[in-house]
């Protein structure tokens, strides 16, 4: 089946500093990857499309100059917070489906960001 | 008005029981409906999909929809404490759009 790997799984930084997240497709090429983010005891919240070659598509709330997302390749999209603050403590996800007639997604493992 | 809501719970059913998680949806254009299962920690993981109305069934798991209700339902029989997580309704609104809007999700708790 389709696996998508993220790394870390957990991060702990001090406030101010960079926190760059990643997520590869590893048995196919995601044109496209979600990137999620989730509070204790909250749902799944979508904070911007990954596409291949162009510009990330940002959902209404979420700085794109905080959080910046690069998709370089086929299989490889990353996720880096910017001068994180606690307030940016939180459950990042990514997901992708395997194909553009694929509509179910797989997601990465997560990663646990905690700010101090 | 929140695009889908779920009943947050804490839902408790004793092993064995059929527990019954409930989803609905406020766009009338949605396509297609997926329930994921969520251990605490871990990332969601598929366990249904439906995109026509009816019951669809998947060993334990029967996914049901009703479009006209916008209502969408799980049912996993037999229940195992291992069935214990935190399942979470998706709908994807649009046509040709691939991300999903999740519910707050349901927590089951199976007990022994």
């Known amino acids: 089946g389709a696996v998508v790997s993220q790394h870390p799984s957990w991060v702990i930084c001090k406030s101010g500093t960079s926190v760059k997240i990643e997520c590869r497709s590893l048995d196919f090429q995601a044109t496209t990857m979600f990137w999620y983010r989730q509070f204790p005891k909250q749902s799944l919240m979508l904070m911007a499309t990954s596409n291949e070659g162009s510009k990330a598509t940002y959902e209404q709330g979420v700085e794109k100059d905080k959080f910046l997302i690069n998709h370089a390749s086929l299989t490889l999209s990353t996720l880096t917070v910017t001068s994180a603050h606690p307030e940016d403590s939180s459950f990042y996800i990514c997901?992708?489906?395997?194909?553009?007639?694929?509509?179910?997604?797989?997601f990465g493992s997560g990663t646990q960001l905690s700010v101090l | 008005q929140k695009e889908v809501e779920q009943n947050s719970g804490p839902l408790s059913v004793p092993e064995g029981a059929i527990a019954s998680l409930n989803c609905t949806y406020s766009d009338r254009v949605s396509q297609s409906f997926f329930w994921y299962r969520q251990y605490s920690g871990k990332s969601p993981e598929l366990i249904m999909s439906i995109y026509s109305n009816g019951d669809k069934e998947d060993g334990r798991f029967t996914a049901q929809l009703n479009k006209a209700s916008q209502y969408v339902s799980l049912l996993i029989r037999d229940s195992q404490p291992s069935d214990s997580a935190t399942y979470l309704c998706a709908v994807k609104l649009m046509a040709g759009a691939n991300n999903l809007f999740f519910g707050t999700g349901t927590r089951l708790t199976v007990i022994p």
């Open positions: 997901s992708a489906p395997r194909d553009s007639h694929n509509e179910k997604l797989f």
